[in-house]
Structures are given as C-alpha cells and as structure tokens.
Nanobody, 128 residues
Framework: QVQLVESGGGLVQAGGSLRLSCAASGLTFSSYGMGWFRQAPGKEREFVAAISRTGGGTYYADSVKGRFTISRDNAKNTVYLQMNSLKPEDTAVYYC?????????????????????WGQGTQVTVSS
C-alpha cells in the first residue's frame, strides 16, 4: 500500500521559513517523479514544485520561484520543500504527490491528474 506522509507544516510569520518533508513508502521511490501542490480555502489545488526521479530536473510555479526549493533523498525515500521568504498568500494545505510517467511536456508536471498517489496534506499558515 502506497503512503505519502507530509510533515513540517505550521504557523510562521511573514518572511520566515519552513521545510516540508514527504516520506514515501510502498513504492519504488526512485522510480517516481515527485511534486508539491497546495490548496487554499475556496481555491483550486495549484502546482508549487516538482522534481524528476533522479533530481536532475526541477520545476516551479512562478509564484514561488526563487523562494522555494524542492529536493529529494532517494536513500531516505523523502522529498523536501524548503520555503523561504514566506508570504501570507502562501497559506494553504500543502500536498505531496508521486508521478510514475514523466510528462512529455514541462507543463505536465503542474497537472494534478498526471500524478498517481497523493498524501493527506500539511497545513502551512503565514501570518502578516
């Protein structure tokens, strides 16, 4: 049974930092691309960042580029999202997701339906 478990969320002031982790089990982690998405109340789920199986390719939403960094440790079956310079508009539930077939187009990394497995999410709240 595949499980993706996010951790590291919490309450932080604007300008602060958080690091999210997503621990995977029940799958061959190094065979999956990984992504982070977020969903704020009343809004649709949106793409944040993604990383290829080997970590050689990373992809970011424009809204987080330069502030967030995605990375992975295949030995630990874990993907990370380092979030710096946080803003109140980053407040959301953050989800990690696993993708088996790498998208043909870069934009595919940002499409939720491309992903095969999802975690339950972790809340990030940024106060102003």
């Amino acid at each position: 049974q595949v499980q993706l478990v996010e951790s590291g969320g919490g309450l932080v002031q604007a300008g602060g930092s958080l690091r999210l982790s997503c621990a995977a089990s029940g799958l061959t982690f190094s065979s999956y691309g990984m992504g982070w998405f977020r969903q704020a109340p009343g809004k649709e789920r949106e793409f944040v960042a993604a990383i290829s199986r080997t970590g050689g390719g990373t992809y970011y939403a424009d809204s987080v580029k330069g502030r967030f960094t995605i990375s992975r440790d295949n030995a630990k079956n874990t993907v990370y999202l380092q979030m710096n310079s946080l803003k109140p508009e980053d407040t959301a539930v953050y989800y990690c997701a696993a993708l088996w077939r790498a998208p043909r187009a870069t934009t595919g990394w940002g499409t939720p339906t491309q992903y095969d497995y999802w975690g339950q999410g972790t809340q990030v709240t940024v106060s102003s």
